[in-house]
């Protein structure tokens, strides 16, 4: 099974920060997903991915297959980024995602 | 607007009571999921479902039971039988199994008195 670590567990920043969010995982896996999870418990998908980089707006995920890690940043960080971030990798579907226990970002005005 | 539908979004239970968890898409989604998420810990997969009529058992499946007898709907009942069921459900589908975007809805909170 496979084992996903997430750091920090909690990161507390200034407005207009750089944000970086880190994904580690044991086994090799065919898809890592970053998800938001908002204070009242929604969770919307951000990113997917198998390879390289991806960038949406002022978020960018990384992933290194060899070294099974992921990154996500945020650029010009704002309030509205506060929530947990929450990185899940998947093997194959049998299997489904594992999940990391998720980032507590609060961006302070 | 496209999207998956939970209900109800808190949901009070007597020990020993079943109760039933609604999930609903209107996304044509074939891969349907239910996960658990307990405080301090990540999501834990319940059941998913891949087509109609036919679901799988995640890793945390006792206790719980699900349907999926239209694509569009995967309703999961929390039995007695579950010996802590006080937590947050969260319903996800995706278009083409964890490979594909995931679609969350807004999840349901358990509370057994």
């Known amino acids: 099974k496979n084992e996903v670590e997430q750091s920090p567990q909690n990161l507390t920043a200034q407005e207009g920060e750089f944000i970086t969010i880190n994904c580690s995982y044991s086994v090799g896996i065919s898809a890592l997903h970053w998800l938001q999870q908002h204070p009242g418990g929604g969770i919307v998908s951000l990113f997917m991915?198998?390879?390289g980089k991806k960038k949406h707006g002022r978020l960018i995920a990384t992933i290194n297959i060899q070294e099974k890690h992921s990154s996500l940043h945020i650029t010009a960080s704002h309030p509205r980024d506060s929530a947990v971030y929450i990185c899940?990798?998947?093997?194959?579907?049998?299997?489904?995602?594992?999940f990391g226990k998720g980032t507590h970002l609060i961006i302070q005005p | 607007d496209g999207g998956i539908t939970q209900s109800p979004k808190y949901l009070f239970r007597k020990e020993g009571q079943n109760v039933t968890l609604s999930c609903e898409q209107n996304?044509?989604?074939?891969?349907m999921y239910w996960y658990r998420q307990d405080p301090g810990q990540g999501l834990r997969l319940i059941y998913y479902s891949q087509i109609v009529n036919d679901f799988q058992k995640g890793d945390i499946a006792e206790g719980y039971s699900v349907s999926r007898e239209k694509k569009e709907s995967f309703p999961l009942t929390v039995t007695s039988a579950q010996k802590n069921p006080t937590a947050f459900y969260l319903c996800?589908?995706?278009?083409?199994?964890?490979?594909?975007?995931?679609?969350f809805g807004e999840g349901s909170r358990l509370t057994v008195l």
């Open positions: 996800a589908s995706s278009i083409g199994g964890y490979t594909g975007e995931l679609f």
């Open positions: 991915l198998s390879s």
């Open positions: 996304l044509n989604h074939d891969a």
């Open positions: 899940a990798v998947g093997v194959q579907e049998a299997d489904g995602l594992t």
